[in-house]
């Protein structure tokens, strides 16, 4: 991911609305979230909603898809992971000691499916 592209994923985050509505979002994998239920969600008006939006969509961070009347929002990990990877790439100048803690507080929100059955 280019410099420019990380920027603007952080940036998007960088503003309490947007930063609660990504999160939103997230919490509804795999199925996603309709705009007006993030929206109502949010106590934020659906045109202001709106703008938001558009802005972590353009950043990359989440994507749309329409369902009849509904328009529904997803993740975008690709673009998340792209931004975060874009930080991590270098970690710790080859020290990954360094970076087993951060490490380790991402692993658990999402156990594998070798957990699950074993």
Do not use: W
């Not at 705009?35 to 938001?52: C, K, Y």
């Not at 329409?66 to 998340?80: H, M, P, T």
């Amino acid at each position: 991911m280019e410099k420019m592209n990380v920027i603007d994923a952080f940036a998007a985050l960088a503003q309490t609305t947007r930063m609660d509505a990504f999160k939103l979002i997230v919490m509804h994998e795999p199925d996603g979230i309709q705009a007006g239920e993030i929206s109502r969600m949010l106590n934020v008006p659906q045109n202001t909603m709106s703008t938001h939006l558009a802005i972590l969509s353009r950043a990359g961070l989440i994507s749309s898809n329409r369902q009849s009347r509904s328009i529904i929002y997803r993740a975008d990990f690709n673009g998340l992971r792209g931004a975060i990877n874009y930080l991590l790439k270098d970690c710790c100048a080859g020290h990954p000691d360094i970076c087993t803690p951060l490490l380790a507080d991402i692993v658990p929100c999402c156990p594998s499916k070798e957990n699950f059955n074993g």
